[in-house]
């Protein structure tokens, strides 16, 4: 039998044991494989700006990451086969065919931006001058010289400004899609809006002519760009059952919204700054360090450790 002193020792032992496993199982937040996770890309510089941002935080909350350059079909399959964990650039609608054929496979985390535009612009001081809707383009043919400054040839934007010239809509039979790559069609813009000169040109959001620019979009072109200025939502994919498998992660991920004014930001430090994405996404983190309250809400490490402090302390703010 043991006695009085030993006793209580072994009491005291055991209770501290027990702590030590009910410590370190609850800081066993998720399986190990669930330290590397890995992202799809399909090449867009503002999926690059969010992956910028994804990456910097998990990498900070001591995840490995890995981002594969995948068009978007090869990425919507490799989330099925569980080769890739988290897309962030489901653009809809126009990704809906994808959605639809792979539903079964994937989880849909949330809408991370909303407000995306893609349809014709102008600059500011020719949208104050009353171009302010597609009918009003025709009206100052001559300031325009009839043309309208697209992208890429052969760029499904680019036909559906032909097909629009084609049927003589908004009376623009005459004009002409000047066709050509995205920064030569910028370098006129710039050079335009130096001078003054009218100037009419597809441009979206988010993208750095944005902050580059005063620019303003036409109203009036939702049979060929759709509603809301070509408006679409962009929003975070996971493998099937990825948020319950590595509950962590998927909590950071189900935090994560941005707005237009990052992703401009962001990208325009990637473009014009020459700056690699995850040097980009860190910098603006250091400039708006009050984003990560929100986004680090229920984080951890991937040791369980509180979330933000570890990022914060990663990005030197602390």
Not at 164 to 170: A, G, K
Request: charged fraction near 20%; glycine fraction near 10%.
């Amino acid at each position: 039998m043991l006695k009085t002193s030993s006793y209580v020792s072994f009491i005291k032992a055991g209770s501290v044991a027990a702590f030590l496993i009910s410590s370190s199982l609850s800081y066993a937040q998720e399986p190990i494989q669930c330290q590397k996770v890995t992202f799809s890309d399909p090449g867009w510089t503002d999926i690059g700006a969010t992956n910028g941002i994804t990456t910097t935080i998990l990498n900070a909350l001591g995840y490995e990451t890995n981002v594969l350059l995948l068009g978007v079909p090869i990425g919507f399959e490799s989330l099925k086969s569980g080769e890739v964990d988290l897309f962030m650039g489901n653009w809809m609608p126009a990704q809906t065919g994808f959605i639809n054929e792979y539903k079964q496979d994937i989880d849909i985390v949330r809408t991370n931006l909303e407000g995306v535009k893609f349809t014709l612009a102008v600059p500011e001081f020719v949208y104050d001058a009353g171009v302010k809707n597609f009918a009003d383009l025709n009206r100052f043919s001559s300031q325009f010289r009839k043309r309208i400054y697209g992208i890429e040839a052969g760029a499904p934007a680019n036909q559906n400004l032909q097909k629009m010239i084609d049927t003589n809509d908004f009376n623009l039979g005459e004009w002409k899609v000047v066709e050509s790559g995205e920064q030569a069609m910028l370098s006129q813009v710039n050079r335009s809006v130096r001078r003054e000169q009218f100037i009419v040109f597809l441009g979206w959001e988010p993208h750095p002519m944005n902050v580059s620019f005063n620019l303003k979009y036409l109203a009036g072109g939702d049979e060929y760009f759709g509603p809301n200025y070509g408006g679409a939502i962009i929003r975070t994919l996971s493998r099937k059952g990825y948020g319950t498998e590595c509950s962590n992660v998927g909590q950071l991920v189900k935090n994560l919204e941005f707005s237009l004014t990052m992703e401009n930001e962001i990208i325009d430090g990637i473009l014009n700054q020459s700056l690699e994405s995850g040097i980009a996404a860190a910098t603006w983190l250091k400039k708006h360090p009050e984003v990560l309250e929100d986004w680090l809400d229920g984080v951890t490490t991937f040791d369980g450790e509180p979330g933000l402090a570890a990022v914060q302390n990663s990005l030197g703010l602390k």
